[in-house]
């Protein structure tokens, strides 16, 4: 099992550009999220979904889409990037209350 | 105020000791508790969950206080390997997961 994938590892962007996260998880997991961590914060949700075809927003969702056509793939898409999104950015998949997380994606708007 | 907050630390600390803090979460209706390990640059992972009764994993003790509204990690006889930043992590009652911005650890030689 490779767990949760996610690509690009490192990514620059300049304001006002759009970018898709890819995420994708190989253990069948319904529940999958994203979360972003800035510097002496928490991971703070961004939008999770419990199954195909249902998403919804969490605590921090402006600025970002997703969609989830598939169990194993929940891409998370910048609409017009802004500097206040530079943050490095998890993906997550869970089965019960365990979290597993991808490696994530470093991302820096400039 | 933060539904979960940690002290950051750093907690320098040589190895072989022991090293301990806690994390204090503001929803009492709060169901479930848990603590990640992050490592420099990588992903959160479960360390092990807390239970009402406390636990323990090894050299690793949870405890929690539902009356104080706070839990605890404890590491005993530290390995240089323990360096880390540890998360308090708390399920609420409405299913919400809320993270600390977590708890830097270093052991030293």
């Known amino acids: 099992n490779a767990g949760v994938t996610q690509t690009p590892k490192f990514q620059v962007l300049k304001t006002g550009q759009s970018m898709t996260l890819q995420c994708a998880q190989d253990?069948?997991?319904?529940?999958m999220s994203w979360y972003r961590q800035d510097p002496g914060m928490g991971l703070r949700l961004i939008h999770y979904?419990?199954?195909?075809?249902?998403?919804d927003q969490g605590e921090v969702p402006n600025g970002y889409n997703v969609s989830r056509s598939t169990t194993e793939d929940f891409p998370l898409r910048l609409l017009s990037a802004a500097p206040s999104q530079t943050s490095v950015y998890f993906c997550?998949?869970?089965?019960?209350?365990?979290?597993?997380f991808g490696p994530g994606t470093r991302l820096t708007v400039l | 105020r933060k539904e979960v907050e940690q002290d950051p630390g750093p907690f320098n600390v040589p190895e072989g000791a022991t090293v301990a803090f806690n994390c204090t979460y503001s929803?009492?209706?709060?169901?479930?508790f848990f603590w990640y390990r992050q490592d420099c640059r990588k992903e959160p992972k479960l360390l092990m969950s807390?239970?009402?009764s406390g636990n323990e994993d090894g050299r690793f003790t949870a405890q929690l206080n539902r009356a104080s509204q706070y839990i605890s990690l404890l590491i005993r006889d530290s390995k240089l390997s323990d360096s880390a930043t540890y998360l308090c992590?708390?399920?609420?009652?409405?299913?919400?997961?809320?993270f600390g911005a977590g708890t830097t650890v270093t052991v030293r030689a």
């Open positions: 997550a998949s869970s089965k019960a209350d365990e979290q597993f």
């Open positions: 253990m069948n997991h319904e529940y």
């Open positions: 979904s419990v199954g195909a075809g249902i998403t």
């Open positions: 929803n009492s209706a709060s169901q479930s």
């Open positions: 807390v239970y009402s």
């Open positions: 992590v708390v399920l609420s009652n409405d299913y919400k997961l809320s």
